[in-house]
C-alpha cells in the first residue's frame, strides 16, 4: 500500500487527482510541512473502524447454543480445619 504525500496547497489544486490515488492507498496531506490530515477509501476506512467484539459478546458465545454440554454435579462438603 503506497503513502502518497502532498501539501494542503497541492491538494485544493488537484482534489480529484488526489481522490484517485486515495484508492491506492493513503494520502497524507500537510500544512507548512507536518501531517495534517489523511484521505483514505471509504472501503479502508470501513476496514479501519470495523466494530470488534467485546468481552462479553465473546464469553456469552451466542453461536454456541447447539452444543450439548452436561458436567456432573459436584457436591462439596466443609470439612474441619487442622491448625497443628
Avoid: C, W
Amino acid at each position: 500500500m503506497a503513502i502518497t504525500t502532498i501539501s494542503s496547497r497541492e491538494f485544493n489544486q488537484q482534489v480529484s487527482e488526489v481522490k484517485r490515488a486515495a484508492n491506492n492507498g493513503p494520502v497524507l496531506i500537510t500544512d507548512r510541512g507536518r501531517p495534517a490530515h489523511v484521505l483514505m477509501s471509504f472501503k479502508d476506512y470501513q476496514r479501519l473502524t470495523k466494530q470488534r467484539r467485546n468481552i462479553a459478546d465473546v464469553l456469552a458465545m451466542p453461536d454456541t447454543a447447539d452444543i450439548e454440554f452436561d458436567p456432573p454435579r459436584v457436591t462439596i462438603e466443609p470439612r474441619t480445619a487442622d491448625f497443628s
